[in-house]
């Protein structure tokens, strides 16, 4: 598949400029703000259905678990549709749209009528769907495509996301810190998430579109001198996933994804060890705190990556992702030992959660260079869709395991099982989760062929 990028009056190319303006690269967050927030929202909602709408927690987990079974073929199916798109507006970017409906299925979700216990169950697995398997679909199918089509070289890409990291992390800290006092106050209450989420969600729809009028893909498909259409790669569903399992590095990065967002989504257990282990719900908001460490890291992240690459990188976050599981485990209730660990866990994820885009952009070209042929759809969403895997397993087994040990959100005291339930799933699953995280990590290598690969490519296109 062809491609070719826009020049400006200079004759040089928008996405390869050396001086990246700094609003520009800013503007390239306001979605990932709004999908930030949403996350953040969204990781509250078992705590929602059960002690808010008084729902068994097993039933819920359940159908968080089917849900993920449409989340498959949308995902997929999306991904090939991406492949095949070609619109005045670009490839990716016309589909920003969905961070609207994104919005507004989630405010409809926390605003769950009051009707029979069966009507609400219905009512939050179709909101759920929607939100998931139609929205963060399309949005998480097109971030890396879009990045990619905007910024042509790697080290504006990863500029942007450093920028894009910083900013959301920040905005994310700031809104974590508040969150939980709301959840102390308000959110007790089903009026409390009404007068919390509809003013929230118009915010969010607003800021999250801004990016669709500002940032343009300057990357443009050849096209067919003939046919006057757009050159595409004539590929099959089939043969497309096909390609996709010849590339080695694409599947240890899908597998790390949906460990780190399994690993991401285990917070919302935190809700239940601090309202019933530590005793104080509010305290939430000191260890959100812990995540202002990642600010810093981000900023100097295109420096460590041109020092040391993105491959050691990755090893060496989730090794100290570990260790502070590993000290969050022992300590227990301390405060101390919770913010240390809890600190650390944040460095562990952030490579994947923080700059997945730049990882994906590699996963492309090492594709590109093992097979002769070009994939970025699939490849995004095949990425997001191990993501919302991961979200989803999370919660289900947050749902899952709770039901299984007896946990009542009407309750106001829990059984020893229960109580031991939310430490194993606050604590020691997700260091089961690292471990395994690291040993995948070791595998990927695209740092150690990068140059032989760039050079291939180059001399092909």
């Excluded at 709408?53 to 549709?81: E, H, M, P, Q, W």
């Excluded at 460990?259 to 989504?265: D, P, Q, R």
Aim: positive net charge.
């Amino acid at each position: 598949m062809g491609k070719k990028e826009k020049l400006n009056e200079k004759g040089i190319p928008y996405g390869s400029r050396q001086k990246m303006p700094f609003w520009f690269s800013a503007a390239w967050s306001s979605r990932g703000i709004a999908a930030a927030i949403n996350a953040v929202v969204m990781m509250q909602i078992s705590f929602y259905c059960t002690d808010i709408l008084g729902l068994n927690a097993g039933i819920i987990g359940t159908l968080f678990l089917v849900s993920k079974i449409i989340d498959a073929f949308t995902d997929l199916g999306f991904g090939y549709i991406l492949d095949k798109t070609h619109t005045r507006f670009g490839k990716a970017r016309p589909y920003e749209i969905f961070i609207v409906f994104e919005w507004l299925f989630t405010v409809l979700m926390f605003n769950a009528p009051k009707i029979s216990v069966l009507g609400q169950y219905i009512w939050i697995f179709i909101m759920y769907i929607m939100i998931n398997a139609v929205c963060a679909t399309a949005l998480g199918g097109i971030d890396s495509v879009y990045l990619a089509r905007t910024f042509t070289t790697n080290k504006n890409q990863i500029k942007v996301m450093s920028i894009n990291g910083f900013i959301v992390m920040f905005i994310s800290i700031v809104f974590n810190i508040i969150f939980p006092q709301f959840l102390a106050g308000p959110g007790r209450t089903q009026a409390g998430w009404a007068s919390f989420t509809i003013p929230l969600g118009i915010a969010m729809a607003i800021i999250g579109i801004l990016r669709f009028f500002i940032c343009k893909e300057v990357v443009v498909d050849e096209v067919d001198e003939d046919t006057g259409k757009a050159v595409t790669n004539n590929l099959g569903m089939k043969e497309s996933l096909g390609m996709l399992f010849k590339n080695k590095a694409l599947l240890i990065i899908v597998g790390l994804m949906f460990l780190t967002f399994f690993v991401n989504n285990m917070t919302a257990a935190a809700t239940y060890y601090f309202k019933y282990i530590v005793g104080d719900i509010g305290l939430q908001s000191a260890l959100a705190v812990t995540s202002m460490v990642v600010v810093p890291a981000l900023i100097v992240f295109p420096m460590l990556s041109n020092k040391f690459g993105t491959t050691k990188i990755l090893r060496g976050a989730i090794l100290i992702g570990a260790i502070g599981l590993l000290i969050r485990t022992v300590g227990g209730t301390s405060m101390v030992t919770l913010f240390i660990g809890s600190l650390f866990m944040g460095i562990g994820t952030m490579p994947i959660s923080m700059m997945i885009n730049t990882y994906l952009i590699d996963c492309m070209d090492y594709g590109e260079w093992k097979t002769g042929t070009r994939i970025e759809g699939m490849i995004a969403s095949i990425a997001n869709f191990a993501s919302k895997v991961g979200n989803g397993v999370a919660l289900g087994a947050v749902g899952l395991i709770m039901g299984i040990a007896g946990y009542d959100g009407l309750a106001e005291t829990q059984t020893a099982t229960a109580n031991m339930a939310i430490i194993f799933l606050y604590n020691i699953l997700p260091l089961i989760l690292f471990i395994v995280m690291y040993i995948l990590a070791r595998g990927y290598k695209v740092d150690e062929v990068r140059e032989q690969m760039n050079a291939d490519l180059a001399k092909r296109r």
